[in-house]
Each structure stands twice: as structure tokens, then as C-alpha cells.
């Protein structure tokens, strides 16, 4: 009979956390609509080189697959160098699905490109900035982009810095190996 008395409150404890857990998500779902899909991510790193020297090497057709990395896959090879109106395609390792970087304005100053990751995925802005300083030059990454993974999308938003931060981290490091390597020589 003790094990009836306890039954009650044993369903009264389980409503109880239901709708505390219904209210939790309804609150989430409701603060969703009001935050943005969009993002922002941004990282540099110095290079001990010319602006110029980095300029020639980055866009390189068979350098750019070196330092720029592709999670879960890599940038095509190409002849010469990339400029404004060049496109290459992104491949993966487990899908025959391709994506492309498409370059939209290149100078020693500012190189600007479109990545679209696979088809019918958002495109994602890309602005790598040279900035020349003493002994060395400051490239400074910038990606932006929107979200369009339903209800998710804002959540997955503010977390895209720390998602992608340490991609364009590993490449930036790595453009820095190569491009310094390069003009040691």
C-alpha cells in the first residue's frame, strides 16, 4: 500500500518538470526569433614578409590549397594566380557535393571572395585585409554570413566565432609557415 501513496507525488514531481522543461523551451524558442542569423568572425595573424610577397603567393593556384583549410575536405588546384572574376572549386572527402571560392576584388591591399560551401548553402563573405607595419605586414581575416538553419540558426550564429575561429586559425598559421619559408629562402 506505501507504494501507492508515493505513486501521487511521484506524477505530481513529473508535471511538474514537464512543464518547467515546456516553458524553458517555449522561452528559447521565442528569444530565437528576436536574435540574429547573422555572423561575424574575425582573425589575424602577422606575417614577417612584404605585403607584396604575401600578395603574389596567397592567391597562387597551387598554394592556396596548401594554407587555406577546408573542413572535411580541400581547395581544388589551379593554374596561375586567382583574380577578380576566378573561380575554384572546394572538395570534399565524403561527398562528390562541391562548393566554390569565387574571388571578387584582389589588390595588395584588400583581397575579397565569396565562398558558397556546397549547393544551396548560403554564401559566406570573405575579406582578407594586408596591412603593412614594420618588418612584417598584419593580415586580418573577415567571414560574414547568415544562418539558415531554421530555429537553430541564431543559436548557431553566436557560436560561429568559435566554431570557425579555429579553421581560420589553422590556415592563417599555416599561410604564415609557407609565405615566411618562402622568403627565408
Do not use: C
Not at 14 to 23: C, D
Not at 52 to 61: F, K, V
Amino acid at each position: 500500500m506505501a507504494s501507492h501513496s508515493s505513486h501521487p507525488a511521484a506524477l505530481y514531481k513529473l508535471r511538474k518538470v514537464t512543464r518547467i522543461s515546456a516553458v524553458v523551451i517555449l522561452f528559447l524558442v521565442v528569444v530565437g526569433f528576436f536574435m540574429p542569423a547573422d555572423y561575424r568572425v574575425e582573425r589575424s595573424v602577422v606575417i614577417n614578409a612584404p605585403r607584396d610577397s604575401i600578395y603574389q603567393d596567397m592567391l597562387q593556384g597551387d598554394q592556396l590549397p596548401k594554407w587555406m583549410f577546408i573542413q572535411g575536405g580541400r581547395v581544388a588546384l589551379s593554374e596561375g594566380v586567382l583574380g577578380k572574376g576566378d573561380s575554384v572549386a572546394l572538395l570534399y572527402d565524403k561527398t562528390a557535393e562541391q562548393g566554390v571560392l569565387s574571388v571578387i576584388e584582389s589588390s595588395e591591399a584588400v583581397v575579397r571572395f565569396d565562398v558558397r560551401p556546397k549547393p544551396k548553402v548560403n554564401l559566406v563573405h570573405n575579406q582578407i585585409e594586408l596591412q603593412g607595419l614594420d618588418g612584417g605586414t598584419l593580415v586580418k581575416w573577415t567571414i560574414k554570413g547568415n544562418l539558415s538553419a531554421g530555429l537553430l540558426s541564431p543559436y548557431l550564429a553566436m557560436f560561429a566565432n568559435n566554431i570557425a575561429g579555429s579553421n581560420f586559425e589553422r590556415s592563417l598559421q599555416k599561410l604564415k609557415e609557407q609565405i615566411e619559408l618562402q622568403h627565408s629562402r
